[in-house]
């Protein structure tokens, strides 16, 4: 089993920034990949940012240039940061790991983020 947290989200105005944090506990040693997604309102959860034990990465087009994924050496713990953040990135961000111990996906609870003046 691997249960992850979030942390980090909250309220700030347009053009602000913060830094999601996702931590993994459990069973770590088998997580190859991790990754965001988000929940707005009436929307689909669409993929945010995607990282890989390889370090390689992928973003949504509408967050390019501005979100950053990245993950710590122990490579337990991975971070969003989001710079010039728009009121369209308001909702709820979850994290989500992928283990080769499991052929489920593992999801946190989320975090609300929203961004309004």
């Known amino acids: 089993q691997v249960q992850l947290v979030e942390s980090g989200g909250g309220l700030v105005q347009p053009g602000g920034s913060l830094r999601l944090s996702c931590a993994a506990s459990g069973s770590t040693l088998g997580i190859y990949a991790m990754g965001w997604y988000r929940q707005a309102p009436g929307k689909q959860r669409e993929l945010v940012a995607h990282i890989t034990n390889g370090e390689t990465t992928n973003y949504a087009d509408s967050v390019k240039g501005r979100f950053t994924i990245s993950r710590a050496n122990a490579k337990n713990t991975v971070y969003l940061q989001m710079n010039s953040l728009k009121p369209e990135d308001t909702a709820v961000y979850y994290c989500?790991?992928?283990?080769?111990?499991?052929?489920?996906?593992?999801w946190g609870q989320g975090t609300q983020v929203t961004v309004s003046s």
């Open positions: 989500k790991a992928n283990s080769v111990n499991s052929l489920k996906d593992y």
